[in-house]
């Protein structure tokens, strides 16, 4: 597609419940990020694949948060054992590459995830 | 540790009026980038802008500038004659040289822009 799609859009669990959450880059584009968007505040970085190379989880809020990125393109966020504080929008984006002016990122639309 | 700070909160203009929103950083990195985000009602962040810290020139894009000024780390960002499809949440961001795709988020500044 033209842009990043994330799926679901929208995501209701209840708590204790596993969630994942898609993201389709842009194709091409060899860096990914995840974030997190908590309301009314700014993003918080969880994740980054760049290429092959090991990803960078320095941001993962805690061992209930695992991503992987198969083949290089598709990405998925796994939530574990879902608290109510994990209730976000989480974000993913894609560049071209990691420095440069490849760092341009693109965002998708988000999953809104509620934990009840 | 990084850190960005956009201390307006919340800003209010009429159509018309040159408004702008202000950015702070903390870096102990020498070189880094530097980014403005847009993000509309609608909630998909778009880029606006990219600046490396090794480039202090200012620029210029249509009704939008932006002023970077390392002596005091600021990266501000000006709409000139702002318009209604402006309001929006924007924020500012910073990243490492050799991993921009970590960057960090300020909290964001939420522009209304009134008919």
């Known amino acids: 597609g033209a842009g990043v799609s994330q799926s679901p859009s929208n995501k209701v669990t209840e708590k204790g419940k596993d969630v994942e959450l898609r993201c389709d880059p842009i194709s091409g584009h060899t860096a990914l990020y995840w974030y997190r968007q908590s309301l009314g505040q700014g993003l918080e970085f969880l994740i980054y694949?760049?290429?092959?190379?090991?990803?960078?989880k320095s941001g993962l809020p805690s061992d209930r948060f695992s991503a992987e990125r198969t083949g290089g393109s598709v990405s998925t966020l796994t939530i574990q054992r879902t608290q109510q504080e994990d209730s976000a929008v989480y974000l993913c984006?894609?560049?071209?590459?990691?420095?440069?002016?490849?760092?341009?990122?693109?965002f998708g639309q988000g999953t809104r995830l509620t934990v009840v | 540790a990084q850190k960005v700070t956009q201390a307006q909160t919340e800003i209010s203009v009429v159509e018309k009026e040159d408004v702008t929103l202000d950015c702070v950083y903390e870096?102990?990195?020498?070189?880094?980038?530097l980014f403005w985000y847009k993000q509309p009602p609608s909630g998909e962040l778009v880029f606006l802008i990219r600046?490396?810290?090794?480039?202090?020139q200012n620029e210029i894009s249509g009704r939008y500038s932006w002023n970077f000024q390392k002596s005091t780390s600021s990266f501000n960002f000006t709409i000139t004659a702002s318009q209604v499809v402006d309001s929006a949440v924007y924020f500012c961001a910073l990243s490492g040289y050799t991993n921009a795709g970590k960057s960090t988020f300020g909290d964001g500044t939420t522009l209304t822009v009134k008919p």
């Open positions: 870096t102990r990195d020498t070189t880094y980038y």
């Open positions: 694949f760049q290429g092959n190379s090991a990803p960078d």
């Open positions: 600046r490396n810290s090794f480039d202090e």
């Open positions: 984006a894609s560049s071209l590459g990691p420095r440069g002016v490849n760092t341009e990122a693109f």
